[in-house]
């Protein structure tokens, strides 16, 4: 089992500083928003569906990794918002699937487009900090944000 430089401790420590900046901005932006941070994570959710996968609460909760009565739960609270709503499918009546009304629409395009400008903005750091614990040893000088800026690579 390889042994974990101490190099190797404080890339693991800075990728993980600049997630939780991230997470940070986010959570601020969201409660601005009037929203809990897993409500905007599950309106995302529904409009960010892969093709092919039907928004149903068990997609959901695997996609958002959280139990299915939390899904439930975060549904429930934001219908009652006027958020989302829940239909039956016209293929299989028995199937309920959920859909953003045009207020859910609305307020995830506007929270969507600030985390979007922030990824942009804080996102080479993030990249930098990630390649870092990627490396293999011999790749140090291409990690440096000056090289990533002439490569064009930020």
Same mark, same amino acid.
């Given at each position: 089992m390889k042994k974990l430089t101490l190099s190797d401790y404080q890339a693991l420590a800075e990728f993980r500083y600049q997630i939780r &900046?991230? !997470?940070?901005?986010?959570?601020?932006?969201? %409660?601005? +928003?009037? !929203?809990? &941070?897993?409500?905007?994570?599950?309106? !995302? +959710?529904? %409009?960010?569906?892969?093709?092919?996968? &039907?928004?149903?609460i068990r997609e959901l909760a695997t996609r958002m990794q959280i139990r299915h009565h939390s899904a439930v739960e975060l549904v429930n609270r934001l219908e009652a918002g006027g958020f989302v709503h829940r239909a039956r499918a016209r293929d299989d009546r028995r199937e309920v699937l959920? +859909?953003?009304?045009? %207020?859910?629409? %609305?307020? !995830?395009a506007e929270l969507a487009l600030h985390h979007h400008d922030e990824l942009r903005s804080a996102g080479p750091e993030l990249v930098t900090a990630l390649r870092r614990i990627m490396r293999d040893g011999s790749d140090t000088a291409l990690l440096h944000p000056a090289f990533l800026h002439e490569k064009g690579k930020s």
């Open positions: &900046r991230f !997470l940070h901005f986010s959570e601020q932006v969201v %409660k601005k +928003a009037g !929203l809990e &941070r897993g409500q905007y994570q599950l309106m !995302l +959710a529904i %409009k960010g569906m892969p093709p092919g996968v &039907r928004p149903r959920l +859909a953003l009304t045009p %207020k859910g629409e %609305k307020v !995830l």
